[in-house]
């Protein structure tokens, strides 16, 4: 399943859908961060009327994979995130430490999984395609890290292979998984896609005004399709 140093391909037509292949790959919310440059707790402001912003995107992956699980801080009350009560959780003890810290609890809590790879998104991150995922879970092996990049910039979420939780569950920096990702250029498949939901997220909060937009008009898309 090797493929070669930095393999970049073109999304294309699928010869599976995410339904055929989602128990072989779960999905990983990163949302135990403390948001210091949005100034308040972005978790829980409101994407929709009735839908909080890492509800919306727990939902998104909830929609393209089996299994989700959402990593968060030890005191959070997962309904005060807007989490509906079914929602797997794992609880981050380290997480004030950085975000390499909250991914390494995630991956120590999948240590009895027999999924061959793990997505993992940000919290804040629910305009998404559902194409882009199944593109991307489609090309996950044991032995790869698959990613999105449009229009040339690397984007989420990261499908990392089973054969690199292990160092993942030992990240000890704020750096997240980009150590990980650097030391092992010859396992990386970059999947272009037509998709600027891969980039988009919450830094602040004048970016929420964007992802409401976008978040409606994939909505009005799908009712759409659904009504052809």
């Not at 978790?43 to 727990?58: G, M, P, S």
Request: aromatic share 4%; glycine share 8%; with cysteine.
């Amino acid at each position: 399943m090797t493929m070669p140093e930095n393999t970049e391909i073109q999304a294309g037509r699928l010869g599976r859908n995410v339904a055929e292949t989602g128990d072989r790959v779960l999905a990983l919310v990163m949302a135990a961060g403390r948001a210091r440059r949005f100034g308040t707790d972005k978790r829980q402001e409101k994407l929709l009327q009735d839908c909080t912003l890492l509800a919306a995107t727990v939902q998104s992956m909830a929609a393209a994979f089996n299994s989700v699980r959402v990593v968060i801080r030890s005191d959070d009350d997962p309904a005060e995130l807007g989490l509906a009560s079914a929602t797997q959780v794992v609880c981050s003890p380290r997480a004030d430490q950085g975000l390499g810290f909250s991914i390494a609890d995630g991956f120590r809590a999948l240590y009895g999984s027999q999924a061959t790879a793990a997505a993992v998104l940000l919290g804040d991150m629910p305009c998404i395609e559902p194409e882009t995922f199944a593109m991307l879970v489609e090309q996950a092996a044991a032995d790869r890290i698959v990613r999105p990049e449009y229009q040339g910039k690397p984007g989420h979420p990261v499908i990392f292979g089973r054969n690199f939780w292990d160092e993942l569950a030992q990240l000890q920096d704020e750096e997240g998984a980009r150590s990980v990702i650097q030391r092992h250029p010859e396992a990386c498949m970059r999947i272009r896609v037509d998709d600027p939901g891969v980039l988009m997220d919450a830094d602040r909060p004048e970016d929420l005004q964007a992802l409401r937009e976008r978040h409606q008009s994939m909505r009005g898309a799908g009712n759409s399709a659904s009504d052809s």
